[in-house]
T-cell receptor, first 113, second 114 residues
């Protein structure tokens, strides 16, 4: 089954404790991206990657890191999480031809206390 | 910087009625997407619009794109309860170095009442 898999689904952590949210897709998509969803703000793009070893900032990259060492994986790293990073996070992927919509993962709800 | 304004943000409709959700964007864009999100769920794609004047329809939903007016619309015909969800539009920059940057609207929470 074609899918984008995020883990974990729920995560509660404390300020400053490094964490990684994994994202993997099995559709051979070149493009992958991360978003955070906050009430009233819609989805905001954190980082995106056009292909392996090619990443770029979205609108809200501060406090986040990403890497794209393999085509299928695009982990999101929070080196020192803070409470303002409490949010719902989505990973998504697509063929970047412009005609392809994003396929979204199921989301990771992160709480930083 | 690409800005997207979606309205209304909240929409309460009666079954059987028609309504339109609007998405205005601030700069040149050649890719427009509409997504649906059910409560507690992920997003699923509804439409991809790639050129001025593009119109796509699926069931009771129809989306259009006017790149000159920098406007996309999602029209709902004869609403039914199953259409209750949050609807997002999203735009990507037309080429350039920010090719993969995607900007979403705030979302429209649609509730359809009997």
């Amino acid at each position: 089954e074609a899918q984008v898999t995020q883990n974990p689904r729920y995560l509660i952590t404390v300020t400053g404790k490094k964490l990684t949210v994994t994202c993997s897709q099995n559709m051979n998509h070149e493009y992958m991206s991360w978003y955070r969803q906050d009430p009233g703000l819609g989805l905001r793009q954190i980082y995106y990657s056009m292909n392996v070893e090619v990443t770029d900032k979205g609108d809200v990259p501060e406090g986040y890191k990403v890497s794209r060492k393999e085509k299928r994986n695009f982990p999101l790293i929070l080196e020192s999480p803070s409470p303002n990073q409490t949010s719902l996070y989505f990973c998504a992927s697509s063929f970047w031809t412009g005609a392809s919509p994003l396929h979204f993962g199921n989301g990771t709800r992160l709480t930083v206390t | 910087e690409l800005k997207v304004e979606q309205n209304p943000l909240f929409l309460s409709m009666q079954e059987g009625k028609n309504y339109t959700i609007y998405c205005n964007y601030s700069t040149t864009s050649d890719r427009l997407y509409w997504y649906r999100q059910d409560p507690g769920k992920s997003l699923e794609s509804l439409f991809v619009l790639l050129s001025n004047g593009a119109v796509k329809q699926e069931g009771r939903l129809m989306a259009s794109l006017d790149t000159k007016a920098r406007l996309s619309t999602l029209h709902i015909t004869a609403a039914v309860h199953d259409l209750s969800a949050t609807y997002f539009c999203a735009f990507s920059n037309a080429g350039g170095t920010s090719y993969g940057k995607l900007t979403f609207g705030q979302g429209t929470i649609l509730t359809v009442h009997p």
